[in-house]
């Protein structure tokens, strides 16, 4: 007996250990990462560097600013965000409460959705620039945000699929039985999951602000901001990846800035959605 | 104090007979579960005006026949229903019945109390809107008829507007009870209503059902025996998916004529 309780204690402490050392590693790579980008990119942090464009022979080591690549990549993530929420989330209430979950037609658009999910970036990108060719459109903000948005819409639907199985059931027979058609109880049962759509958002908004793959095709760069769609436009990962492709250290400094405000970017956006998160929790029922 | 009611006094004298035009008749109907089958072909008239309990032990297929009631099996996975349930001499399960129409005429009244994540005047309110109320006036005259109907207008119409989740888990069970009598209901459906409420709660509900049989007709699914006793005037014994004995309550709990009701009555099943 005392022997069996020794082992299961031993158990508990090792399993106990694993974890922390998994989390340990976690936090320390962040830690990690952080710290090189605030080592590497503060010296070279300045207020030109969000409010100007590049000037001529930036990316040699000259004056500017990486203003176009903020802008442009605030603009291409928060519209392929937006569409994909619009796009994604009538997907993920038509599969789940509209059919039958366990259809033939629901399981194939979900198996679907988890091989789109897992499709590199760059092989959207170079469809997207297939199509593009074909249609004959050049590279532009539009074509970006549209491979952007096609990328992140399996995000949304599946992590809107997970959050749709978490209502309880008999809240969905509450609404059925006050005589609610499907949409106007799928109304209130996205109200009831509105926490859980705002971190499908930011995981959405997260991969868009990040991509590389996808826009290298298909969005193009630029020095100036993009004022229509039609215009190619600069996102803060290409900047960042063409500036540390640079032999000069003043331009791979600029990288590390460069990286240190789209971090920072991300960081605002995730203490937003923690605040809307939190506020709604308080008031979720 | 809580008080159990002496099941011989109960008045069912004028309670309408089964044979005269019931509201609610379920005919021959089989419900079969990932190819099990649940529900064995049941046959009963629900009297109007009156509550019926459905008592059974657990997994007889209680909870199963209520749904069957309002097609809220209708979404679940793997289920086929044959038979009919004739709402007003109306087939709910013909090809052609319109599901939201039939559904607003049944309250449901869950387990659980479900606020809906909204305050406590949109969630008495959320019924009549979708079907078509945008009258403020007579939006705020509904609430406050359906929140005194279930005695809970003292106690909340001073915070109308907060949200339905920060009520006692009782007082929530009470909106949801008056959530769905304002869309004014034929029926209501009681699925084992009471069993997360405390005594105080549970004989306040019990005693709102009693109060509304006058103007509805009740199902309840139990159980707690006790419960079938103090609130019921017919009680429908279910057992292995088949109704083994259908009658006045008293009739059902004092002289059981199926060996089966007798030892559950008395307590040997469970």
């Known amino acids: 007996m005392t022997n069996n309780i020794n082992s299961r204690l031993r158990k508990e402490k090792i399993a106990k250990v694993i974890m922390q050392i998994a989390g340990f590693c976690i936090i320390g790579s962040l830690f990690l990462i952080v710290g090189i980008i605030l080592y590497k990119g503060v010296p070279y942090l300045s207020w030109d560097m ?92 539009l074509g970006g945000i549209l491979t952007i948005t096609l990328l992140t819409i399996p995000i949304v639907v599946r992590t809107v699929d997970e959050l749709i199985k978490t209502i309880p059931e008999d809240l969905k027979n509450v609404t059925k039985s006050l005589g609610a058609t499907r949409w106007e109880s799928s109304l209130i049962l996205l109200k009831y999951i509105k926490t859980g759509l705002f971190t499908a958002m930011l995981l959405a908004f997260g991969r868009a602000i990040g991509d590389v793959a996808g826009v290298l095709l298909t969005t193009g760069f630029s020095d100036n901001i993009p004022k229509y769609l039609d215009e190619p436009a600069a996102t803060l990962p290409l900047a960042i990846f063409f ?27 995730v203490i937003c959605t923690h605040i809307l998160t939190s506020k709604n929790n308080k008031q979720k029922i | 104090m809580y008080s159990y009611p002496n099941i011989e006094k109960q008045q069912t004298e004028n309670i309408t007979s089964p044979l005269s035009t019931p509201h609610l ?26 509550i019926t309990s459905i008592i059974g032990p657990s997994g007889c297929g209680k909870t199963t026949l209520l749904k069957t009631l309002n097609r809220l099996l209708d979404d679940s996975k793997n289920i086929q229903i044959t038979g ?14 319109e599901v939201t129409h039939i559904r607003k005429k049944m309250g449901l009244l869950s387990q659980r109390p479900f606020p809906l994540p ?13 079907h078509g109320e ?37 007082q929530q069970q009470r909106l949801c009870l008056a959530r769905g009598l304002a869309v004014n209901p034929e029926i209501i459906l009681g699925d084992e209503s009471t069993s997360a409420l405390d005594p105080i709660s549970t004989q306040t509900i019990e005693n709102l059902l009693v109060d509304l049989k006058k103007d509805y007709t009740i199902i309840l699914v139990t159980h707690i025996l006790r419960q079938a006793r103090r609130v019921s005037d017919y009680i429908a014994f279910i057992y292995n998916g088949e109704i083994l004995e259908f009658g006045k309550t008293e009739e059902v709990l004092l002289h059981p004529r199926n060996e089966i009701t007798q030892q559950y009555v008395k307590g040997f099943i469970s």
């Not at chain 1, 791979?252 to 956006?269: D, F, K, N, P, W």
């Not at chain 2, 021959?28 to 009156?50: G, M, Q």
């Not at chain 2, 009919?84 to 019945?97: C, F, M, P, Q, T």
């Open chain 1, 50 to 141: 969000i409010t100007e464009t590049p000037k001529g022979g930036f990316y040699i080591g000259k004056s500017g600013g990486i203003l176009n690549a903020i802008l442009g990549s605030l603009y291409l993530a928060s519209a392929a965000t937006l569409l994909a929420i619009i796009i994604g989330i009538p997907i993920s209430i038509y599969l789940n409460l509209y059919i039958k979950s366990d259809s033939i037609i629901s399981r194939s658009a979900k198996l679907m959705f988890d091989v789109l999910y897992g499709i590199p970036s760059i092989v959207y990108g170079a469809i997207a620039f297939s199509i593009m060719i074909w249609l004959g459109i050049r590279a532009s903000l």
């Open chain 2, 84 to 97: 009919s349930v004739l709402v007003n001499g109306e087939d709910i399960y013909a090809k052609n019945a």
């Open chain 2, 25 to 50: 008749q379920i005919k021959n109907l089989n419900v079969y579960i990932d190819e099990k089958h649940i529900l064995k072909n049941i046959n009963l008239e629900i009297p109007n005006n009156s």
């Open chain 2, 118 to 130: 909204m305050s406590i005047f949109d969630n008495i309110a959320y019924g009549p809107r979708i």
């Open chain 1, 243 to 269: 500036q540390l492709s640079s032999p000069i250290p003043e331009v791979q400094g600029r990288a590390y800035a460069s990286a240190l405000i789209l971090t920072c970017i991300i960081l605002i956006i």
């Open chain 2, 134 to 170: 945008h009258n403020k006036k007579i939006l705020n005259q509904i609430v406050e008829n359906q929140l005194k109907n279930v005695g809970l207008w003292e106690e909340v119409k001073d915070r109308l507007h907060h949200y339905a989740s920060q009520l006692s888990i009782g």
